[in-house]
């Protein structure tokens, strides 16, 4: 099968998350960049990315890469592309992208342009004048970055956020692939306590389920490309089948989550049975101020509410009050913490500072992920710790 380039679109600031995640399957990275991981691979590499990267958005074919200042450079730089090397005669194909810093800002231009020269390439292939677009989705998308056009594929199809599991839903719920990278930035391991006592509708515990078990986050949905025929259908089915495989289902979980909320505990239920995690998750419906921290050298990971989410400053006082406690009590305790809220650790009547900051968005939200260190278990996981700090750095 031909080597190609294929594209991990990520959210702003998991670019580095994203990159290690492609790494551990193996693929060469061409290139990191901001929203987006180029790596090479083969056709395989379509069903394997798409299953087993928690942290990205979409998959995508690169097709192209070329310079155009006008519209005449956009069509003859799209026409030169393969298109039919992908799109079958049947083949239903959609224009989308964005423009920055370029000459061609037009988007509805941009799209009416690209789509008239694909029609045109294909048509060298494909003896009809008009495609019937009956088939399989082939979602073209387009970057426009100081005047130079990347042309891709969409593989995926609905964004890779799209787990299946969430059929029950909160106030201001945190994006599937953003909880995964929280968890991932931690130091956590299937063998510690990891704690949620905001837990909404369970996203970051099932996430951190998921890791702990090690099962592939694409494994119970569909991907637009599987209909395409340039991918063999065994391939998917190969895929799917190592990814069953690889599920650790004897591995034992420590992981808690609660909220005051009763609506939210009940919808963190039912999506963890959704997962087939409900054995390994312990829900309960519990106040911030009376929760107590289960076995040794727990670690928090949590989205608290903020902003419109809490109503009133007094109440948020007494979250980060309860907070600071913890931490004061329990030295081995480790806190990761995603907020909104620009005055968090000056609210802290300790005003303790972050061991580490990242700058992380949630939807359109600009957020701060706070991450406090607590005392190591043990030397061995010590080595393990800053093994993994090295690599986020």
């Known amino acids: 099968m031909a080597n190609m380039e294929l594209i991990a679109t990520a959210t702003f600031g998991l670019e580095a998350v994203v990159k290690r995640e492609v790494q551990r399957l193996g693929y060469t990275v061409l290139r990191s960049e901001d929203a987006k991981i180029t790596f090479a691979g083969d056709e395989s590499a379509v069903p394997r990315a798409n299953l087993w990267l928690r942290c990205a958005d979409r998959v995508l074919v690169k097709m192209g890469e070329f310079r155009a200042e006008s519209f005449e450079e956009l069509f003859e730089g799209t026409k030169k592309l393969p298109w039919e090397e992908w799109i079958p005669e049947d083949g239903k194909f959609t224009v989308n992208g964005t423009s920055v810093k370029s000459k061609l800002f037009s988007l509805s231009d941009c799209q009416k342009i690209i ?34 056009v990347t042309l891709s594929i969409d593989t995926s199809g609905p964004g890779l956020h799209k787990r299946g599991y969430r059929s029950a839903n909160v106030q201001a719920p945190i994006k599937e692939t953003l909880a995964a990278a929280m968890v991932e930035l931690s130091f956590w391991n299937p063998d510690r306590v990891l704690v ?91 106040s911030f101020e009376e929760l107590k921290m289960p076995g040794e050298h727990p670690i928090i990971i ?43 650790e000056r609210s802290l009547r300790s005003r303790k500072k972050a061991d580490r900051r990242r700058k992380l968005y949630n939807g359109r939200i600009e957020t701060t992920y706070y991450q406090y260190y607590g005392e190591k278990p043990n030397q061995t996981e010590r080595k393990e710790i800053n093994d993994n700090d090295q690599s986020n750095g």
């Not at 789509?115 to 004048?129: H, Q």
Request: include cysteine; aromatic fraction near 8%; charge should be positive.
């Open 115 to 148: 789509k008239k020269s694909v029609v045109e390439r294909l048509k060298k292939t494909y003896p009809v004048e008009v495609f019937p677009e009956t088939g399989a989705l082939y979602g073209i998308r387009f970057t426009i970055l100081k005047d130079v």
């Open 196 to 286: 949620d006592p905001f837990c909404g509708s369970g996203t970051i515990l099932i996430e951190a389920a998921m890791i702990g078990k090690n099962i592939a986050p694409g494994l119970s949905r569909s991907f637009v490309s599987e209909q395409w025929g340039r991918i063999d259908e065994k391939l998917w089915k190969d895929t799917r089948a190592e990814a069953f495989r690889a599920i650790r289902n004897d591995k034992e979980l420590k992981i808690y989550g609660s909220d005051i909320d009763p609506k939210a505990v009940s919808a963190a239920r039912v999506n963890a049975s959704r997962a087939g995690l409900s054995d390994d998750i312990v829900i309960r419906r519990r």
């Open 302 to 344: 949590t989205n608290p509410p903020y902003g419109e989410r809490i109503g009133d400053r007094e109440a948020l006082e007494r979250i980060y009050y309860k907070m600071d406690r913890i931490l004061a009590r329990d030295k081995t305790c480790s806190l990761y913490l995603i907020t909104a809220d620009k005055d968090f």
